[in-house]
């Protein structure tokens, strides 16, 4: 058993950390500019950031390592540094947990590559995996507990993270991002996620939703794995509220009340790891902690009361074709 069954095992429900892009553009990071970089040469900023979700009550925090793989790194005449990018995220965290006085783990985030795969692009599953595995071998190396793959719309993304945690001997996490009406980008809808996990070179320890369109959709997300997969462990990482654009800024709408409320509908929902993704604060997250230290599992809900509570979906499922219109195929899908 690693670390993460155990500490579920022992826990009901476990809270993840919060926004990792919007707290260090609020402690200086310039866009456009690699956060990664930020763990060789502002270092004390990346133990503040961890710091202060500890301090919120987070169960699991993930290393900055998001885009620290030589593709997304290459962009930025970093590619050559991407086990000491990578190193340097694991150890960062990985202080910061054992200084906490109480269990943290350290999930080593990868997310996407950024690059197509053929024979849409160039990217092949063997370049994908070696991708991932340089990166999954730097995050071990600083000490991470499990890996986090994350934000993934690709089938073939996924299975090339699987491939690469199973290299290095690492338990994973992967989540999807279900953001176009319903499903991911590349098509890949909530319940296909869980079927495709079958077919991975390891078991994810966890699979779910993070990031997306708003709190209503992923959670609409969710409910749909937690009702095919019961016995599943899932995750739910939503962005606080939805992202909307004032001036030169992207402001995300969601209160800490609001994402108390969200944490409280994933629990009832069967989500075991809830967290926060873009927008979510230090202060957002204490709401969460308090409201799931409070919350006594309810009725499950469905998506209109996840509606009427959090807001509308900004990007339904599109609805089937009533019978005798397109021959039963589905209507094209739509933005919300």
Partial sequence: MNKLEDLLARKRTLLADGATGTNLFDMGLTSGDPPEEWNLTEPDKI???????????????????????????????????????????????????????????????????GELFAPLGALTHEEAVDTFREQAEGLKAG????????????????????????????????????????????????????????GFACTPVAYGSNCGVGASDLLAAVLEITAAYPEAVVVAKANCGIPVIRGDEVVYTGTPELMGDYARLAMDAGVRIIGGCCGTSFGHLAAMRQALDAHETG???????????LGPLVSPPAAPAPDGEGGGRRRARRRG
């Fill in 299 to 309: 009725a499950r809900p469905t998506v209109e009361e996840i509606v009427a509570r």
């Fill in 143 to 198: 000490g991470v507990d499990v890996l986090w793959v994350e934000t993934m719309s690709a089938a073939e993304e996924m299975r090339a993270g699987a491939e690469a945690a199973a290299a290095v001997g690492m338990p994973f996490v992967v989540t999807a991002s279900f953001d176009t009406a319903g499903k991911t980008m590349m098509g890949l809808g909530p319940t296909g996620l869980g079927a495709l996990t079958a």
């Fill in 47 to 113: 133990r503040a950031l961890h710091r202060g979700f500890v301090e919120a009550g987070a169960d699991i925090i993930l290393t900055n390592s998001f885009g620290a793989n030589r593709h997304r790194l290459k962009l930025h005449k970093l590619e050559g540094r991407v086990h000491d990018l990578n190193a340097a995220a694991g150890r960062l965290a990985r202080e910061v947990a054992e200084g906490s006085g109480r269990e943290v783990l350290v999930g080593g985030s990868i997310g996407p590559t």
